[in-house]
T-cell receptor
């Protein structure tokens, strides 16, 4: 089983619909992140969380919200989806307690907004 | 503004033909530079972390090096299975997020 699991893997939704992407991890890491990947733009940070009580905006948080339900779960919501939110979304984790800072990524969710 | 630029955007090599990928960065107080491999439709897979200029790390046919302004990912005698997009990212001291480059798409022809 993957250490960082994202659901769903693929989703097509209509403009204006609310949608939630979920991420769970079994790595025991304290930090979790949501990134968006677009062709030619690379990976961009949407939100990140240091622990259950801590949520921080990334560089492109407008139109998105997140919830850290538990140390192992971090969900991303699009309250009213729009076509330019069509992208590949990745959840990632890192463990700062070890002193290492590398992030580990899930397999991604391909979201299409029509 | 923190910036990461990778070159070339795409590179096509013959099997066994060694080459290097470049990652140049502008960031004050670099905490770490990271290399990832990404296969189509999959999440980035962690390869290396480099922390200070002069540091080198190796894994199979890959070797990553770091200077004060750039990092190189050297690929020695590549095989078709090394085909992927290679991503570089930097973490600034005191910050908790990574800034990614756009990646280099590497294709190794048999």
């Amino acid at each position: 089983d993957a250490d960082v699991t994202q659901t769903p893997r693929n989703r097509i939704t209509k403009t204006g619909k609310r949608i939630m992407l979920e991420c769970s991890q079994t790595k025991g890491h304290d930090r979790m992140y949501w990134y968006r990947q677009d062709p030619g733009l690379g990976l961009r940070l949407i939100y990140y969380s240091f622990d259950v009580k801590d949520i921080n905006k990334g560089e492109i948080s407008d139109g998105y919200s997140v919830s850290r339900q538990a140390q192992a779960k971090f969900s991303l919501s699009l309250e009213s989806a729009i076509p330019n939110q069509t992208a590949l979304y990745f959840c990632a984790t890192s463990d700062t307690r070890t002193g290492n800072t590398e992030a580990f990524f899930g397999q991604g969710t391909r979201l299409t907004v029509v | 503004e923190d910036q990461v630029t990778q070159s070339p955007e795409a590179l096509r090599l013959q099997e066994g033909e060694s080459s290097s990928l470049n990652c140049s960065y502008t960031v004050s107080g670099l905490r770490g530079l990271f290399w990832y491999r990404q296969d189509p439709g999959k999440g980035p897979e962690f390869l290396f972390t480099l922390y200070s200029a002069g540091e080198e790390k190796e894994k199979e046919r890959l070797k990553a090096t770091l200077t004060k302004k750039e990092s190189f990912l050297h690929i020695t005698a590549p095989k078709p299975e090394d085909s992927a997009t290679y991503l570089c990212a930097v973490q600034k001291g005191g910050a908790q997020k990574l800034v990614f480059g756009q990646g280099t798409r590497l294709t190794i022809n048999p």
